[in-house]
């Protein structure tokens, strides 16, 4: 097989399993609109779906890592935006930027479905022993660390403690929206509550 034709199979067959995988995602979100998280099983998943068991766990570990591959796989940061800061202002508004992107996120995919995907059944939420994917909070740490290391922020920082604070926050005003059916302003409290946090975390 010519190198253009492996080229043009390896494209079917990336967009085959793209397709599929949106597949399943998009079942998995019909019934949790339809229903609960405690109601959603691999099995319904790919009832709903149309696929084989087989095709759902060569795309996804569990059901967990099927909804947090959505929430990670958000649209993506311009990278001018998180450039090197020269201060910490420049910094907090960087960080709230990527939040307020990740709000955006939250709402395309619908109220039903964050109710779902933020319980504590669901164990990829649990920073100890998920998979490092792009998580939001993993942008902000490295952009953190990036800061201090080019002086724009005090090295005495305690990294763990502002990314452990924010994702806390953040996950705060994502129950708030969901608690209260979508209507709150979810980009106003997420951009106040960041706002204030970071004025004293980062000692602006």
Known sequence: MSKQ??????????????ETKERIFQAARRILQKSSYE???????CEEAGVSNGSFYHHF???????????????SINPDLLDIPSNAEETKTAIIHVYLNY???CK???????????TPK????????????????????????????????PR??????????IRMIVIGNVFEWCLRNGDADFEG????????????????
């Open 61 to 75: 570990k569990t059901k967990d890592d099927l909804l947090s591959y959505y929430i990670e796989d958000q649209p």
């Open 108 to 118: 395309e995919l619908g109220v039903e479905f964050m109710s779902g995907y933020y």
């Open 156 to 165: 005495t920082l305690n990294l763990d403690e502002i990314t452990t604070d």
């Open 189 to 204: 409290n997420m951009r106040r509550s960041l706002s204030h946090y970071l004025d004293g975390a980062l000692e602006i």
């Open 122 to 153: 669901n164990q990829s939420l649990n920073p100890a022993i998920r998979t490092e994917r792009p998580y939001p909070i993993v942008t902000v740490r490295s952009y953190l660390e990036k800061a201090m290391i080019a002086k724009a922020l």
């Open 5 to 18: 034709l492996l080229t043009e199979e390896l494209s079917k067959q990336q967009l085959k399993s793209r």
């Open 103 to 105: 709000v955006k996120y």
């Open 39 to 45: 109601n959603l099983s691999i099995k319904n998943i």
